[in-house]
């Protein structure tokens, strides 16, 4: 693993443009700050015929678009968007649990991701930097593939998955989103704290054990020599060795 | 119509006829009983016994010995000329008639009977016994009757013009021909209503009309005509037992038509009793006591008609129009039986013109009582029909109800889910508030502490809302269903994988187990039934799954008759076991276990709804399979059953 490896995340000097189109004036405000400050550059509308108003001012190549709007629908708006700019990175995010919701999102809509709320924030960065770095063609053919849906790990040349708990699942994206690429022991404890409980953060036996688990299933594969895809780094945390872009 | 109003006018012109002959033309009858019938045998005439006169009938009844009737013909000044006459004596099943008649000093004994041929010894033309006796020559000329056997003694004794004899004979054949006819045709519709209906009281009625019929060709000689394979002998004795067969149908009859509106036990005893009396005297007339089977058969009858209207009386179901006609039934059987007796004992002189007494009588072939099962079956029919049409009302009401309740359902779990769709939004909200919040204060570890406990809520609020939208899904839900060849095992471990603690649970599990499933609900009652087992197990024991296949050997045949692929179809039900040991003090409500919302009181205070094992029982249902539970040494096992 070399340096440039390490540099596979979002490291564009010109900050990737996203339409936000979400009718909830606090979650339009809540997702608009953390999108600006995660390196986004973000223009939310209400609407659909206010987005068609931006559109004309201004062009997009990533969109996150809410499906319950007032007057045209996200997947209506999405299959508009996908005839126009068939490249573009569209995301639908909402509260719709249903298969046929996603089904209709996914064949109708033509959309690349479908989250669902109450979505974790940086999921959705890393799933626009994911677009964002597909859509500039950077360092993705040497890529691993993180299948969310699927919760699967696949090499680069496609020819092994790894098959991923949920928690593993995280820890791949929050490590693959941060800085370096590297987290520190106690905000991946904090990441997964008990959701049933109080609230109490992950011991860090149990995160050494994730770790362990996880490298364990990395020395499976037999195509290469995976062992140093999760490092540990002295006094810091845990750092992620291998470059990662998002499917869903 | 004209024929039948022409033999009516003909039967009640020879009732007066034969009555004013007797007493203008000098001729009178008499009879005598003989106890000692070993000494009427051997004897002439015994002339100079007490005799006691009648008219054309004498209704004597059981009456031990032997009857002897005496014929008196006597010159009357004024009278015609004098002329031959036939003694007519009836009914055909008098086993033995003997005409004593006295011509030249000497007693000439012509011998008749139902024991003997038909028309043997005599000039009738029907099933009566004749004798004809010249003209009188003399002032006055006496002939003996003796009569002999084991049924009632209800003889009917005519002397008649060689003229009158034929028409009376003709009058009774057209009667008889008239009984049997009805009584056949009754007989055909009674068969052709059990084949079709198949009901108790169509069996009932087929076999009091057969019985009827029999009875009826049986006493009038008809069917010793018909088959001489038996003497005539024989087919008397038989026609006894008709005679007792058509009382028990009756019994049975009627029996049948009680039965379904629950009458007392003691009713329902009474009438096996009856039909168990029955079938002795059927056995003693087998065994030649006649006389004593008939006397029991007349006390059964009585019994039977008591029991029927006290049988009426005391049913417990039966609808008032059902116990008007059942009633009418009893009432009528009881009639018929006074009338009978009546007619027997000769009891009652005013309804001399109604009593029963004739083989030919037209109330013995059966119409009567094709007549009441008629009003029996329709009116029955009508109250079916009308508790049909209530029926089918109380489904169309319950069907409406249902579907009102299935709407409000739905209403229901589109509001939860509206609900839960709209708590989504602020959630989302919340959370990415409180993430911008930690990113600031990054720097401030205590302050940062502090936002732990928004984000746990969020975490639970997002988990409570998930499991009901599942639940409503799972209930009201019409997506598509699509499914994917899936190992158990491998799903198996990967929810074990999901769980803070993986090393508790230990496993049993057949690898090759896959089956054509939906990933996502078989993950649903993995996740669910797991979490279950993991809540309620005691603090560090182990949770033990086991995964087989139930009819494993048959199974396994059918890999060893398909070694290089799958067999065509898989009939081994897969069985997914959890188990888990629970503290004594807890008590867990098994049957109470797969209700949504329920909750043991332990876990009142941990965040959840109560939803989880009804979710792991909708979507096993939903996937064809079913679920069980038990309580075994503390050990909850929940045994989850897949096609």
């Given at each position: 693993?070399?340096?440039?490896?390490?540099?596979?995340?979002?490291?564009?000097?010109?900050?990737?443009?996203?339409?936000?189109?979400?009718?909830?004036?606090?979650?339009?405000?809540?997702?608009?700050?953390?999108?600006?400050?995660?390196?986004?550059?973000?223009?939310?509308?209400?609407?659909?015929?206010?987005?068609?108003?931006?559109?004309?001012?201004?062009?997009?190549?990533?969109?996150?678009?809410?499906?319950?709007?007032?007057?045209?629908?996200?997947?209506?708006?999405?299959?508009?968007?996908?005839?126009?700019?068939?490249?573009?990175?569209?995301?639908?995010?909402?509260?719709?649990?249903?298969?046929?919701?996603?089904?209709?999102?996914?064949?109708?809509?033509?959309?690349?991701?479908?989250?669902?709320?109450?979505?974790?924030?940086?999921?959705?960065?890393?799933?626009?930097?994911?677009?964002?770095?597909?859509?500039?063609?950077?360092?993705?053919?040497?890529?691993?593939?993180?299948?969310?849906?699927?919760?699967?790990?696949?090499?680069?040349?496609?020819?092994?998955?790894?098959?991923?708990?949920?928690?593993?699942?995280?820890?791949?994206?929050?490590?693959?989103?941060?800085?370096?690429?590297?987290?520190?022991?106690?905000?991946?404890?904090?990441?997964?704290?008990?959701?049933?409980?109080?609230?109490?953060?992950?011991?860090?036996?149990?995160?050494?054990?994730?770790?362990?688990?996880?490298?364990?299933?990395?020395?499976?594969?037999?195509?290469?020599?995976?062992?140093?895809?999760?490092?540990?780094?002295?006094?810091?945390?845990?750092?992620?060795?291998?470059?990662?872009?998002?499917?869903? | 119509?004209?024929?039948?109003?022409?033999?009516?006018?003909?039967?009640?012109?020879?009732?007066?006829?034969?009555?004013?002959?007797?007493?203008?033309?000098?001729?009178?009858?008499?009879?005598?009983?003989?106890?000692?019938?070993?000494?009427?045998?051997?004897?002439?005439?015994?002339?100079?016994?007490?005799?006691?006169?009648?008219?054309?009938?004498?209704?004597?009844?059981?009456?031990?010995?032997?009857?002897?009737?005496?014929?008196?013909?006597?010159?009357?000044?004024?009278?015609?000329?004098?002329?031959?006459?036939?003694?007519?004596?009836?009914?055909?099943?008098?086993?033995?008639?003997?005409?004593?008649?006295?011509?030249?000093?000497?007693?000439?004994?012509?011998?008749?009977?139902?024991?003997?041929?038909?028309?043997?010894?005599?000039?009738?033309?029907?099933?009566?016994?004749?004798?004809?006796?010249?003209?009188?020559?003399?002032?006055?000329?006496?002939?003996?009757?003796?009569?002999?056997?084991?049924?009632?003694?209800?003889?009917?004794?005519?002397?008649?013009?060689?003229?009158?004899?034929?028409?009376?004979?003709?009058?009774?054949?057209?009667?008889?021909?008239?009984?049997?006819?009805?009584?056949?045709?009754?007989?055909?519709?009674?068969?052709?209503?059990?084949?079709?209906?198949?009901?108790?009281?169509?069996?009932?009625?087929?076999?009091?009309?057969?019985?009827?019929?029999?009875?009826?060709?049986a006493t009038s000689g008809l069917l010793?005509?018909?088959?001489?394979?038996?003497?005539?002998?024989?087919?008397?004795?038989?026609?006894?037992?008709?005679?007792?067969?058509?009382?028990?149908?009756?019994?049975?009859?009627?029996?049948?038509?009680?039965?379904?509106?629950?009458?007392?036990?003691?009713?329902?005893?009474?009438?096996?009793?009856?039909?168990?009396?029955?079938?002795?005297?059927?056995?003693?007339?087998?065994?030649?006591?006649?006389?004593?089977?008939?006397?029991?058969?007349?006390?059964?009858?009585?019994?039977?008609a008591i029991f029927s209207i006290y049988?009426?009386?005391?049913?417990?179901?039966?609808?008032?129009?059902?116990?008007?006609?059942?009633?009418?039934?009893?009432?009528?059987?009881?009639?018929?039986?006074?009338?009978?007796?009546?007619?027997?004992?000769?009891?009652?002189?005013?309804?001399?013109?109604?009593?029963?007494?004739?083989?030919?009588?037209?109330?013995?072939?059966?119409?009567?009582?094709?007549?009441?099962?008629?009003?029996f079956v329709v009116t029955e029919n009508?109250?079916?029909?009308?508790?049909?049409?209530?029926?089918?009302?109380?489904?169309?009401?319950?069907?409406?109800?249902?579907?009102?309740?299935?709407?409000?359902?739905?209403?229901?779990?589109?509001?939860?889910?509206?609900?839960?769709?709209?708590?989504?939004?602020?959630?989302?909200?919340?959370?990415?508030?409180?993430?911008?919040?930690?990113?600031?204060?990054?720097?401030?570890?205590?302050?940062?502490?502090?936002?732990?406990?928004?984000?746990?809520?969020?975490?639970?609020?997002?988990?409570?809302?998930?499991?009901?939208?599942?639940?409503?899904?799972?209930?009201?839900?019409?997506?598509?269903?699509?499914?994917?060849?899936?190992?158990?095992?491998?799903?198996?471990?990967?929810?074990?994988?999901?769980?803070?603690?993986?090393?508790?649970?230990?496993?049993?599990?057949?690898?090759?187990?896959?089956?054509?499933?939906?990933?996502?609900?078989?993950?649903?009652?993995?996740?669910?039934?797991?979490?279950?087992?993991?809540?309620?197990?005691?603090?560090?024991?182990?949770?033990?799954?086991?995964?087989?296949?139930?009819?494993?050997?048959?199974?396994?045949?059918?890999?060893?008759?398909?070694?290089?692929?799958?067999?065509?179809?898989?009939?081994?039900?897969?069985?997914?076991?959890?188990?888990?040991?629970?503290?004594?003090?807890?008590?867990?409500?098994?049957?109470?276990?797969?209700?949504?919302?329920?909750?043991?009181?332990?876990?009142?205070?941990?965040?959840?709804?109560?939803?989880?094992?009804?979710?792991?029982?909708?979507?096993?249902?939903?996937?064809?399979?079913?679920?069980?539970?038990?309580?075994?040494?503390?050990?909850?096992?929940?045994?989850?059953?897949?096609?």
């Amino acid at each position: 693993m070399n340096d440039s490896d390490n540099q596979w995340a979002v490291s564009s000097t010109a900050a990737p443009e996203v339409a936000l189109v979400e009718d909830d004036p606090q979650l339009r405000e809540g997702i608009c700050l953390h999108l600006n400050h995660n390196g986004f550059k973000v223009s939310a509308v209400n609407s659909a015929s206010a987005l068609n108003d931006l559109l004309t001012r201004q062009s997009f190549t990533l969109y996150v678009l809410d499906v319950n709007l007032p007057g045209e629908n996200g997947i209506s708006i999405a299959t508009r968007l996908r005839k126009a700019q068939p490249k573009a990175g569209i995301v639908i995010m909402t509260a719709r649990t249903g298969l046929t919701d996603k089904v209709a999102a996914y064949k109708q809509g033509g959309a690349d991701f479908y989250l669902t709320k109450p979505v974790m924030p940086d999921e959705l960065v890393l799933v626009l930097q994911g677009l964002a770095n597909r859509i500039g063609h950077k360092n993705i053919e040497n890529s691993w593939l993180l299948r969310l849906r699927e919760r699967s790990l696949q090499t680069p040349d496609g020819a092994e998955k790894l098959r991923l708990t949920s928690k593993e699942k995280s820890l791949l994206m929050a490590l693959a989103q941060a800085k370096d690429n590297t987290l520190s022991s106690g905000d991946l404890c904090d990441m997964f704290s008990d959701n049933d409980g109080n609230g109490a953060p992950m011991s860090k036996h149990a995160l050494e054990e994730l770790i362990t688990r996880l490298r364990r299933k990395f020395k499976l594969l037999t195509t290469g020599n995976y062992d140093g895809a999760v490092q540990s780094v002295w006094g810091v945390g845990y750092q992620l060795c291998i470059p990662v872009v998002l499917e869903d | 119509m004209t024929n039948r109003l022409r033999k009516l006018v003909a039967t009640l012109l020879l009732f007066f006829v034969t009555g004013v002959h007797a007493a203008t033309s000098g001729i009178s009858t008499a009879y005598f009983v003989d106890a000692d019938p070993a000494a009427s045998l051997t004897q002439s005439p015994p002339v100079n016994a007490q005799y006691e006169t009648f008219t054309q009938f004498a209704d004597l009844g059981f009456r031990k010995g032997v009857i002897w009737v005496r014929v008196v013909r006597e010159q009357t000044t004024g009278a015609p000329d004098p002329e031959a006459h036939v003694i007519r004596v009836g009914p055909h099943q008098l086993r033995e008639v003997d005409f004593f008649f006295r011509a030249d000093n000497r007693w000439f004994l012509t011998r008749t009977g139902a024991s003997r041929p038909m028309g043997e010894g005599g000039p009738c033309l029907d099933d009566f016994h004749c004798l004809t006796i010249p003209a009188l020559t003399d002032t006055k000329d006496v002939t003996y009757i003796r009569i002999q056997t084991p049924t009632i003694f209800n003889v009917d004794v005519q002397i008649l013009t060689r003229d009158e004899l034929a028409y009376v004979s003709h009058a009774r054949n057209r009667a008889l021909t008239t009984a049997v006819t009805i009584a056949s045709a009754l007989l055909l519709v009674a068969g052709m209503f059990a084949l079709s209906e198949r009901t108790g009281i169509a069996n009932a009625f087929l076999a009091v009309q057969s019985s009827i019929f029999l009875s009826l060709t049986a006493t009038s000689g008809l069917l010793a005509m018909w088959f001489p394979l038996l003497t005539p002998a024989s087919w008397a004795t038989v026609a006894y037992a008709t005679i007792v067969m058509r009382t028990l149908g009756l019994a049975f009859l009627f029996s049948a038509m009680l039965t379904p509106y629950e009458p007392a036990r003691a009713y329902l005893a009474a009438m096996r009793a009856v039909k168990w009396l029955g079938v002795i005297a059927i056995a003693l007339i087998a065994i030649d006591m006649p006389g004593l089977a008939l006397r029991l058969n007349m006390l059964l009858i009585l019994a039977a008609a008591i029991f029927s209207i006290y049988g009426v009386l005391s049913l417990k179901t039966a609808p008032r129009n059902i116990r008007i006609v059942l009633m009418a039934g009893g009432v009528l059987l009881l009639l018929a039986i006074f009338l009978a007796i009546s007619g027997t004992f000769n009891l009652g002189g005013s309804v001399e013109s109604t009593q029963i007494r004739s083989t030919s009588d037209w109330k013995l072939s059966g119409l009567v009582v094709a007549l009441f099962i008629l009003w029996f079956v329709v009116t029955e029919n009508k109250r079916l029909e009308i508790q049909r049409m209530a029926e089918a009302q109380r489904l169309q009401l319950l069907a409406s109800e249902a579907t009102l309740m299935e709407s409000a359902a739905k209403d229901r779990g589109m509001l939860v889910d509206m609900l839960a769709h709209e708590i989504k939004n602020p959630l989302a909200s919340a959370r990415f508030a409180a993430t911008a919040i930690r990113q600031q204060l990054k720097e401030n570890p205590v302050l940062s502490d502090r936002l732990r406990p928004i984000f746990s809520s969020i975490n639970k609020i997002d988990r409570l809302l998930n499991h009901v939208t599942t639940a409503n899904k799972l209930s009201y839900g019409t997506d598509a269903e699509p499914t994917e060849m899936v190992n158990f095992s491998d799903l198996i471990y990967q929810a074990i994988e999901e769980f803070d603690e993986p090393s508790r649970f230990k496993t049993q599990l057949d690898t090759r187990i896959s089956r054509e499933v939906n990933r996502q609900w078989l993950s649903i009652i993995l996740e669910n039934i797991m979490r279950n087992a993991m809540t309620y197990a005691t603090p560090n024991s182990d949770v033990v799954i086991s995964l087989a296949l139930l009819g494993a050997s048959e199974e396994e045949e059918k890999r060893q008759a398909f070694p290089h692929g799958q067999s065509p179809r898989q009939s081994a039900s897969v069985t997914l076991r959890v188990s888990n040991q629970v503290a004594p003090e807890n008590k867990p409500d098994i049957a109470a276990m797969f209700t949504p919302y329920y909750r043991h009181p332990t876990s009142t205070g941990q965040p959840g709804l109560g939803l989880g094992l009804n979710i792991v029982q909708t979507a096993t249902e939903k996937m064809g399979g079913f679920i069980e539970s038990w309580l075994e040494d503390h050990t909850v096992i929940i045994e989850v059953n897949f096609p």
